[in-house]
């Protein structure tokens, strides 16, 4: 593919397409974070058998309060570090405009204005909040230059943004800004240093953040017991259904398709749990493609994994 232009990268990410993004850190797989579909379609991209959260990259501050709520403390460090490879884990202000699936079901949301010029621009022509992971495929290293991006995710994007090489190279920084307190959930090129430069030390950063990136310790979890495998509810249960044939208000996808059902897997999940059924029992889900990572979101909502 020949390098679009930022019109064409904005169009294609209003239709729910992805678009490969340069950023001043890695590349990124750039979707719309309001629209599920087109998130599910990162994870299918990038084959991740987990749904993990992901980063919304902004315009600018302003952009970024109306995502998430900013005390302080994180104002301090977006005027400090931002445009820059910091990412700010902050309270959700706004669940539509990062959709349930791009925060993998938490009420915090991950947001940063990125320090690529392009990648700006892109963001502001399409004129929302955009989350992109790296955008390599999972378990491969992140790619740095437009070359290594398309070899990676090329084929599933349907505009590709060339930004040169990434001028830092490694990831962000992600820290969670939480009651007035700041920990590092992952070290990048804003260093322990540079922050406590500006908002003093640090606090203990706890086993959520030895396991990101990625394993994250942290996800939501519906207060009912949560039953796999089931073929259909029993005595108080809430029913979520996959395929047709089913009378449950809550089907993850009639036509059995498995990036619907990762778009709708987290609203559901919520929805049935608000009816405070004895438990939700949830109906097979085919193992190929996006249903492993469906799956094991399932099994951690139903406390099999940590
Ligand atoms: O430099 C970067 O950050 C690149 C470019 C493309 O911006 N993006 C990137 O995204 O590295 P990704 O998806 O590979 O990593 C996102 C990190 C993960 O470690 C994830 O666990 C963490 O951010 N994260 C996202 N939302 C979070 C949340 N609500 N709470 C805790 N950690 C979160
Ligand atoms: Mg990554």
Redesign the pocket.
């Known amino acids: 593919m020949t390098p679009s232009s930022v019109e064409a990268g904005a169009r294609a990410l209003a239709a729910g397409e992805l678009v490969l993004?340069p950023?001043e850190?890695?590349?990124?797989l750039a979707a719309d974070a309001s629209n599920p579909i087109a998130v599910a379609r990162i994870f299918e991209a990038k084959g991740r058998p987990r749904f993990?959260?992901?980063?919304a990259?902004v315009e600018d501050l302003d952009a970024a309060e109306r995502v998430a709520v900013f005390g302080d403390k994180a104002r301090r460090l977006a005027e400090a570090f931002w445009p820059g490879?910091l990412?700010l884990?902050l309270p959700v202000r706004d669940p539509q405009r990062v959709c349930d699936l791009a925060?993998a079901g938490?009420s915090?949301?991950?947001v940063?204005v990125?320090g690529h010029a392009k990648a700006r621009e892109l963001i502001g022509r399409f004129g929302g909040a955009v989350v992109?992971?790296?955008a390599n495929r999972s378990g491969r290293p992140?790619p740095t230059t437009f070359a290594d991006a398309m070899d990676e995710t090329g084929f599933a994007v349907a505009a590709a943004l060339d930004g040169n090489h990434c001028a830092v190279g490694i990831?962000?920084t992600?820290v969670?800004v939480n009651d007035g307190e700041v920990r590092l959930?992952?070290p990048?090129a804003v260093t322990r240093q540079d922050l406590e430069a500006v908002v003093g030390p640090l606090a203990e950063a706890g086993d959520?953040a030895k396991r990101?990136?990625?394993r994250?310790a942290?996800h939501y979890a519906p207060d009912a017991p949560v039953r796999l495998e089931a073929d259909g509810a029993g005595e108080g249960e809430a029913y979520l259904a996959f395929g047709a044939g089913s009378a449950s208000p809550f089907n993850l996808s009639p036509s059995g398709d498995l990036r619907e059902a990762a778009a709708n897997l987290f609203r559901l999940l919520r929805e049935a749990d608000r009816t405070k059924p004895a438990a939700i029992a949830v109906a097979p889900i085919p193992r190929e493609g996006l249903g492993e990572a469906i799956n094991d979101r399932l099994k951690r909502a139903a406390g099999y994994v940590g």
């Open positions: 993004m950023t850190t890695v590349y990124g993990n959260p992901l980063i990259h490879p990412t884990v925060r938490l915090t949301v991950a940063r990125p992109a992971p790296s992140s990831e962000s992600v969670s959930l992952r990048g959520d990101s990136p990625g994250l942290l």
